[in-house]
């Protein structure tokens, strides 16, 4: 088997999967069942983004994505020990009518944008993590990657303060 | 990896994209949405990767990582508000927080 074709069937399978996972995220009740569709997701995702050459990308995605934020989505969902999906009211159908019809707009939209992307594609690309940080540290990036770093430092104090108990209710 | 994978590569993320949106429509539960929109933020870094695939910059895959340390930051403070809310509450319906409503 060749390897383009070996690629382009790696590519579907995968993208596949990701789409499958999301469709699942979304249609599922029961949020756990949902945080592990979104992990198939994700993790395929960065299978896809290995195939589309960006190995950095695709290590990051499994690390940050997949280990640390759906962990602590899943720890929020069994600490809160959240069941099924509460309905307040009873189901609204023209609700769900206007929220789908609105979807569609949205991908008509987008996919319009899209086809008018340029379909050439340059021919080398090296896109490992020595090249990305060469970039990421260059002055082009280097004051927004400080940046992110206080950004990080005021979300951890910002959520220890938000989900401290306060001492008195 | 052809100019047409690299098109359907775009496609998947139009695909992920407005399920994301969808979801964030039509959940109810505020963690459901959560995940919706970390969906679609997923969406957008996989258009990133593909645009820059096509046009041989890197710059794309620095977008990609700007975009994943603002997804875990948005992650740690959303999550932490959505416990503090659920101890006022009680519940993790969105109907529910209608506290800032006119």
């Not at chain 2, 700007?66 to 809310?85: C, K, Q």
Request: net charge positive; proline share 3%; with cysteine.
């Amino acid at each position: 088997m060749s390897l383009p074709l070996f690629q382009a069937i790696l590519f579907y399978v995968f993208g596949g999967l990701a789409l499958l996972g999301a469709l699942v995220t979304v249609g599922q009740r029961n949020p756990t069942y949902s945080a592990f569709a979104l992990i198939v997701t994700l993790v395929s995702l960065s299978a896809v983004f290995g195939l589309l050459g960006s190995p950095f990308i695709a290590a990051l995605q499994v690390v940050v994505y997949a280990g640390a934020i759906m962990v602590l989505f899943l720890f929020v969902l069994m600490l809160l020990a959240v069941k099924r999906e509460e309905r307040i009211q009873g189901e609204s159908r023209a609700f769900k009518l206007v929220a789908i019809s609105i979807a569609a707009v949205l991908a008509a939209e987008v996919g319009y944008a899209l086809t008018a992307a340029p379909r050439a594609m340059a021919g080398r690309f090296d896109a490992s993590a020595r090249q990305v940080a060469v970039l990421l540290f260059s002055p082009r990036y280097l004051y927004v990657f400080e940046a992110t770093s206080i950004l990080i430092l005021a979300a951890l104090v910002g959520a220890i303060a938000l989900a401290k108990r306060e001492p008195h209710p | 990896m052809s100019p047409q994978l690299l098109q359907h590569a775009l496609l998947l993320s139009l695909a992920l994209f407005v399920v994301g949106a969808t979801g964030v429509f039509l959940r109810r539960n505020v963690i459901t949405v959560f995940m919706c929109i970390e969906l679609m933020l997923n969406a957008v870094n996989l258009a990133f990767i593909a645009f820059s695939r096509a046009s041989g910059t890197l710059d794309g895959e620095v977008l990609v990582f700007f975009v994943l340390t603002v997804a875990a930051a948005e992650a740690a403070v959303g999550l932490a508000i959505i416990i503090s809310i659920h101890r006022h509450k009680d519940t993790l319906d969105l109907d529910a927080f209608n506290i800032m409503k006119w």
